[in-house]
């Protein structure tokens, strides 16, 4: 077995398949609908991860739920009577049709299917199985494929500092709270976010998109190649930003973006300015008690943006470590420079030195998931586990706080304290 697949028996309780990854983007725009053409076990796989951001989404996702036979000769009449009844019971502003890894290899034309079904809505079909790549990757193919149905006129008259955030997802772990976050901090810096694709945006705000003067990818595994696609189409100029995570990285984050569209930061400056005194004040509190946030090593492991952008962060402002490692999910082109880690391994290439890594992990904090700290539970291990990237077992999030920005900066201290405090605490 290769190193690839032996990591993937791992993996597969982290990434999930890029039938997800299209769900996730076309059930973020308003009055979309998906309808999976496969198994009920992928139809429920998917809802499993996506109702975790939207607990009524299963409302707006449908399955087509063929047989076994139709797996061999032909998904058509499953596929039809899937579409009679949300003809009959919904009205979404555009459907996506998706196939399965299985129904994918019987090749049925399904936008023909769907045209023979006379439906009185916009209707999008794709291939999406897990054999096509990971989350991110149905996430970017559903986004490209949406341009290229709606192909909009571009506008010549652009919107003064109006912006798209691209690669944005409410399905990653606080994605809903780091959003609101960012386009707060946006707006505070007089920008205007013109259209959130994928993350709440309605059909027709998104056919404003042509007018923003920048496109702000967040995560790059998930927005850069639509950047590239829609300045290739209208021009529109994008920046790879990342994620802003602490009051640095969000001053850095936010000059980034300054440097392609110039805007007046400086409500922004005074803001992080005042939090950071506020901070300061409670954490060398916290110091003169507990000692410095130190720990011996330190395991960040997440979606590409995630993992590199709080890794970066991690250095910058928040802790002192010995030795920092950084487990990738993707492959990232645009944000690999600038993370000062001492070891940067990928899912998809590290996967036995990865394995070895959390089997020998002692006296470790892992900004990861449930699917890292359960290795180091079974291994008895002695660690500190801060979730950021889903899968989560271990924690509630039930708050609007943010990871991200300035309010997300003392959330993350807050988290990472606690857990400095409760390990030297002797009950």
């Known amino acids: ?21 299209a769900a996730a983007f076309f059930t973020g725009i308003k009055g979309a609908e998906v309808l999976v053409n496969g198994p009920l076990w992928c139809y429920f796989y ?10 009524r989404l299963g409302e707006r996702f449908h399955g087509s739920q063929p047989d076994n036979n139709a797996v061999v000769y032909g998904t058509e009449e499953c596929l039809t009577d899937a579409l009679d009844y949300i003809r009959e019971n919904r009205a979404p502003s555009i459907l996506l049709i998706e196939n399965s890894c299985s129904v994918s290899l019987i090749g049925d034309d399904i936008e023909g299917i769907a045209s023979k079904a006379k ?3 916009s209707v999008i079909g794709m291939d999406s199985g897990g054999l096509r790549g990971g989350f991110a ?22 919107c003064r500092l109006g912006v798209n955030l691209l690669g944005a997802t409410t399905a990653y772990f606080n994605g809903r709270n780091d959003l609101e976050e960012i386009k707060r901090i946006l707006e505070t810096a007089n920008y205007r976010v013109i259209a959130v694709p994928g993350a709440g945006s309605e059909l027709e705000t998104l056919q404003k998109i042509p007018a923003a003067q920048l496109n702000i990818v967040i995560n790059e595994e998930l927005g850069l ?22 009051l640095k990285g969000t001053l850095r984050w936010l000059e980034k973006i300054a440097e392609v569209l110039p805007s007046d930061l400086e409500s922004v400056r005074e803001e992080c300015v005042k939090t950071q ?15 410095e946030l130190w720990f011996d090593k330190i395991i960040v492991a997440a979606p590409g943006t995630t993992a590199f952008c709080i890794a970066q962060t991690l250095r910058e402002e928040w802790a002192d470590t010995e030795k920092l490692t950084v487990i990738c999910q993707n492959t990232l082109k645009d944000l690999w420079e600038p993370v000062e880690a001492d070891e940067i391994l990928l899912a998809e290439k590290d996967s036995k030195k990865i394995e070895k890594i959390l089997q020998q992990a002692d006296n470790t904090l892992i900004l990861g998931s449930s699917s890292e700290s359960s290795v180091l539970l079974r291994e008895g291990k002695n660690f500190w586990c801060c979730n950021i990237a889903y899968p989560v077992q271990d924690e509630v999030l039930l708050a609007t706080a943010p990871f991200a920005g300035i309010r997300g900066a003392g959330h993350m201290l807050q988290r990472l304290w606690n857990l400095k405090i409760k390990a030297q605490l002797p009950y």
């Open 1 to 21: 077995m290769s190193e690839t697949a032996e990591w993937g028996n791992v993996c597969s309780r982290v990434d999930t398949c890029a039938l997800t990854g």
């Open 46 to 55: 998917a809802l499993r991860h996506l109702e975790k951001s939207n607990s």
């Open 119 to 121: 439906l009185p809505f």
């Open 137 to 158: 990757e149905g996430y970017s193919k559903a986004s490209i494929r949406l341009w290229q149905y709606l192909d909009l006129p571009d506008i010549k008259i652009k």
């Open 225 to 246: 190649e639509t950047a590239k696609y829609l300045k290739e189409r209208y021009g529109t100029p994008y920046v790879v930003a990342g994620i802003p995570y602490g």
């Open 277 to 291: 005194e506020e901070l300061l004040a409670a954490v060398n509190e916290a110091r003169c008690t507990w000692g």
